[in-house]
């Protein structure tokens, strides 16, 4: 690959590791390039019974059991979108389990955010009065309760936060789901050998995930981390690689949950742990964000001497290692690659697990994160990390000088708080044209469609320029904080009409909304633009880009974008091309069902093209 990545700091960090002999993601890319099969990228092969694997072909139009391809496309797909719910839910089960444990005072962090619990409870319908952990009990017990809710009983969580035409809708198309656990459960087992075949019905399954997924896993863990961490705020934080300074000891959190990576920043901050640091050699410790975690711990917590921001999304996790400064890498579930072991042995590194779901070959240090319990796990992550300071002092280390500075932290709360508390300013320049529309970038970073983040810097900067908002989250956040999307100073990039918006309010072209968890957030902000204005979120001038998906959590936000009336843009093309009805139906005909639909394309100026053309379309409509 002629160039592995649009960043710098990447680009160099991949000379070194290239003359040490080390594989990449980039190498070991480029190795499967030559061996890929087309049947596997069209979608028509299946490897689920004795009889196949089965492809779909001009002489076999059908599988050994009978299944056609769309049936097989479909279901493939359906398969991608159960992982993503499964993880999903998962995250949003320990997070509630934290809750309950922060509010009675067993984790270092605490509620931050009471008033934010005390509503919550109300607007579920729960008394708001007693005690921190009596609210807080309640609202857990009720969310379990959704979370496990039947799939032939409809979830209250989708009830009360989803729009009135959306649930009409829904509930018309027989997809207003139960909770999560029991969607994955009727979805996996219809796409068990000859149970569900029709591709229709199965697409039906998809959206009825999607839906489930946004509001009792997305939005449910993204509300209890904002109680406990903080709702996210408008502030300043650095990243790239060169945020990592050698001379301390340095503890990067690595994957989606916050929970460990919140602990540390807790406990680092206590005089007599910034001591242990000092006594073993080092200046002090410091908490370095990677990734997913590392983005949801940027957007509440502020840059300090202890922790110091992002060093970029999943595809930097073998080049920050080769930087030959990294102390303690702690991988949670999600995203950590399986060549981190040989990495950290060849870098002088630690690596550990923090979640009874990962592990890695050569990687020997395993804990199991329980709320009960972060605090202790927390304080042996951070004596492995100064033990692993003093074996790795004065050895070789290569540090890419690159650093960047963006402004994070905007959430539903925050964005109604620059505006005065009301979205009338919002919809004000809406109405008048000088921003056209709302893009929400949810996205993670892939190598299948160019050099790590291109497309998505290259989309983000088409969109902006002509007058399009863009909301980003995901590993895509990350590319567009490290190429200075998020900036002040970015607001040159944009229209006229947009960049005089940004000037007036102080805020970059481009908003950081956190991670792939935040389309949740952003699909209740949505909600509150369409209630604003009195219609339905397929009416408004709002569309979704995935330009690098990579992974099945993507997939699934595509789906639920697509059951809440979006357009959607995915790039590199999904493996769905081997069934044309399939296509037909995901690009156009939903539209007439849902009001959303998927679209396709690697080329920015055609992508934002694209978009352009649908907000225009639902701007006409509104007659503005």
């Not at 799939?151 to 729009?163: C, W």
């Not at 329980?370 to 692993?388: C, H, Q, S, T, Y």
């Not at 007439?592 to 100026?605: E, R, S």
């Amino acid at each position: 690959m002629e160039k592995v990545s649009m960043h710098e700091s990447i680009r160099s960090l991949h000379e070194k590791v290239k003359k040490d002999g080390m594989s990449t993601v980039a190498e070991r890319f480029d190795a499967q390039e030559k061996t890929r099969c087309s049947y596997c990228t069209k979608g028509i092969s299946c490897q689920l019974c004795s009889h196949g694997p089965c492809r779909i072909t001009k002489f076999a139009d059908r599988g050994v059991c009978g299944i056609d391809a769309n049936g097989m496309v479909m279901r493939n797909l359906v398969h991608l979108n159960l992982f993503g719910t499964a993880a999903y839910a998962y995250h949003a089960k320990e997070t509630i389990k934290t809750l309950r444990a922060a509010s009675e005072g067993k984790t270092p962090f605490k509620i931050k955010n009471e008033p934010r619990l005390r509503e919550f409870a109300e607007t579920l319908g729960l008394d708001s009065g007693g005690s921190l952990s009596e609210v807080a009990n309640r609202v857990s017990d009720f969310l379990m309760a959704d979370f496990h809710r039947d799939s032939s009983e409809e979830s209250r969580l989708v009830e009360i936060f989803a729009p009135e035409s959306r649930k009409k809708l829904w509930r018309e198309l027989g997809i207003f789901p139960g909770g999560p656990l029991h969607e994955v459960l009727d979805t996996e087992t219809r796409c068990m050998t000859n149970i569900d075949s029709d591709y229709v019905s199965l697409a039906k399954m998809a959206l009825r995930m999607g839906i489930s997924m946004a509001y009792c896993a997305q939005f449910v863990l993204e509300v209890c981390q904002d109680i406990m961490f903080g709702t996210p705020s408008p502030h300043e934080t650095t990243v790239d690689v060169g945020i990592i300074d050698k001379d301390y000891v340095n503890i990067l959190p690595n994957g989606h949950e916050p929970f460990v990576g919140a602990a540390i920043i807790e406990l680092a901050h206590r005089p007599e742990v910034r001591q242990m640091a000092r006594d073993a050699g080092a200046k002090g410790i410091r908490v370095v964000g990677s990734i997913e975690t590392g983005q949801e711990l940027i957007q509440r917590y502020p840059s300090d001497d202890v922790f110091v921001g992002l060093t970029g999304n999943w595809l930097n996790q073998e080049y920050v290692l080769a930087t030959g400064a990294i102390d303690l890498f702690a991988v949670d579930m999600n995203c950590s690659v399986p060549t981190l072991g040989i990495f950290a042995d060849k870098y002088n590194a630690t690596v550990a697990s923090v979640s009874k779901l990962v592990r890695i070959p050569g990687v020997n240090l395993n804990y199991e994160y329980e709320p009960e319990n972060v605090e202790g796990l927390a304080m042996d992550l951070i004596k492995v990390a100064i033990e692993n300071f003093k074996n790795r002092k004065g050895k070789e280390t290569f540090i890419p000088a690159n650093k960047q500075k963006a402004i994070v932290g905007f959430s539903t709360e925050a964005i109604l708080g620059a505006l005065g508390g009301t979205l009338e300013p919002l919809l004000d320049v809406i109405k008048k044209g000088a921003i056209k529309g709302v893009t929400a970038l949810v996205s993670c970073s892939t190598l299948t469609n160019g050099p790590q983040d291109s497309l998505t810097v290259a989309v983000a900067k088409e969109l902006i320029k002509r007058d399009i908002l863009v909301l980003s989250a995901g590993c895509g956040n990350a590319a567009l904080q490290v190429a200075g999307m998020q900036t002040l100073e970015a607001q040159e990039l944009a229209g006229e009409g947009l960049k005089s918006v940004c000037k007036t309010l102080g805020i970059p072209p481009v908003l950081s909304f956190g991670t792939c968890t935040d389309t949740g957030r952003i699909a209740v902000l949505v909600t509150a633009i369409a209630d604003a204005l009195g219609v339905d979120p397929s009416q408004l001038p709002v569309a979704v880009t995935a330009p690098e998906y990579m992974e099945q959590k993507a997939t699934i936000d595509a789906i639920f974008a697509v059951a809440f009336g979006l357009y959607t843009h995915v790039s590199p093309v999904p493996p769905v091309t081997g069934a044309p009805d399939v296509v037909k139906l995901l690009t156009e005909d939903i539209e007439g069902i849902t009001g959303g639909k998927i679209a396709v394309g690697d080329d920015p100026v055609v992508i934002a093209d694209g978009i352009e053309a649908h907000i225009v379309k639902k701007r006409t409509a509104l007659g503005i």
